[in-house]
């Protein structure tokens, strides 16, 4: 199992994390995809990533906003997964037309 994160290693990694930011014990981002089916598509991959990490987000679908919680409810709060996680659903999101700064 991940170790929890320090408040130092998660301000440090949250800032080369676009859009991500930090809610208490979790991380959560806002992803406004192009339309409703690469919406579907970036939820879609996300779940076989989090199918291979064993690690599954909260996520809240309105049309084509997607809403997404990250914490690792084994340690009770963040971890290394977590971080690892948000890259992978930033760079999902961005093959899907997605455009994200940073
Ligand atoms: C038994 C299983 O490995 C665990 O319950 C996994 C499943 N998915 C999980 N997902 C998340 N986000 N946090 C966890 O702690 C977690 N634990």
Same mark, same amino acid.
């Not at 930090?22 to 806002?30: H, K, L, N, Q």
């Not at 409703?36 to 809240?60: C, K, L, R, S, T």
């Given at each position: 199992?991940?170790?929890?994160?320090? /408040?130092?290693? %998660?301000?440090?990694?949250?800032? #080369?994390?676009?859009?991500?930011?930090?809610?208490? /014990?979790?991380? @959560?981002?806002? %992803?406004?995809?192009? #339309?409703?089916?690469?919406?579907?598509?970036? @939820?879609?991959?996300?779940?076989?990533?989090?199918?291979?990490?064993? =690690?599954?987000? #909260?996520?809240? %679908?309105?049309?084509?906003?997607?809403?997404?919680?990250?914490?690792?409810? /084994?340690?009770?709060?963040?971890?290394?997964? /977590?971080?690892?996680?948000?890259?992978?659903?930033?760079? %999902?999101?961005?093959? =899907?037309? @997605? @455009?994200?700064?940073?």
């Amino acid at each position: 199992m991940s170790r929890q994160l320090t /408040d130092e290693e %998660i301000e440090r990694q949250l800032a #080369d994390l676009p859009l991500w930011t930090r809610e208490g /014990d979790a991380i @959560v981002a806002t %992803i406004e995809a192009p #339309d409703f089916p690469a919406a579907i598509a970036i @939820v879609g991959e996300a779940a076989e990533v989090a199918e291979e990490m064993n =690690h599954h987000p #909260d996520i809240d %679908i309105r049309w084509r906003t997607t809403s997404w919680l990250l914490t690792t409810h /084994d340690a009770g709060g963040l971890t290394q997964l /977590d971080i690892e996680q948000a890259h992978r659903i930033i760079e %999902i999101a961005r093959r =899907h037309g @997605v @455009v994200i700064d940073g």
